[in-house]
């Protein structure tokens, strides 16, 4: 196979940027927490961006309940660890990049005290990501919230603003649309690369969209206390 140069890979985004703000997101370190449906599509939409470093932790494997939604995986993934699996994918599709496969639970991971320039939530219950948070605070980490249910969905860029405005539960979702889980990870992603390479986003408001009866699509803004 003929080797591909960082300029002909990211081709597009030198054009949208230039060649110097594309180099300096060899020196980003990102990762991403839980490798399901906001994960897997995540690592896709960074993997490939021009970041140099991504860990994925997951200790969860791949169920065929998941793939409709989870877009990095396929049926013979069943019963294979989510993180490495979606590493794998990304070593074929980006020659440029260094990532790293975490089979453990954030609880674990929290302990190893690595750091980045920026973390983002793709689990799916509300304790870990009071967890990340606080990782996040303590370490000076800015993080992005991201969560999904039926047809809407949730983002949110934490840098100052307190995590305390979500209620803990262990309430499950009652069904997921597969595109709107792209969706919410796309406006993650979007919010990432923005702010790795110094593009200005807009911290600590919480973004809720979602359809109405009639099925118009509808975004409300919510402000985030700060700590």
Known sequence: ?????????????????????QKSLQNKKIAII?????????????????????????????????????????????????????????NKKNPFLKATAFEISFESFATLQKKYDLILDATDNL???KEIDTYAKTHKIPWIYGSVELFHGQVCFFDKGSFDVFTLSDHKPDGISAPIVMHIASLQANLALRYLVGLSIVKDKLYYLYF?????????KFGIPTV
């Open 1 to 21: 196979m003929e080797s591909v140069t960082t300029k002909e890979y990211f081709k597009r985004q030198i054009q949208l940027w230039g060649e110097e703000t």
């Open 34 to 90: 839980g490798a399901g449906g906001l994960g897997s599509s995540l690592a896709l939409a960074l993997g490939t961006s021009g970041i140099g470093e991504i860990d994925i932790v997951d200790f969860d494997t791949v169920s065929w309940h998941n793939i409709h939604r989870q877009i990095a995986f396929t049926l013979e993934d069943e019963g294979k660890n989510k993180a490495k699996t979606v590493i794998a994918l990304l």
């Open 127 to 129: 304790s870990t990501r």
């Open 212 to 220: 109405t009866q009639e099925g118009e699509l509808m975004t409300q």
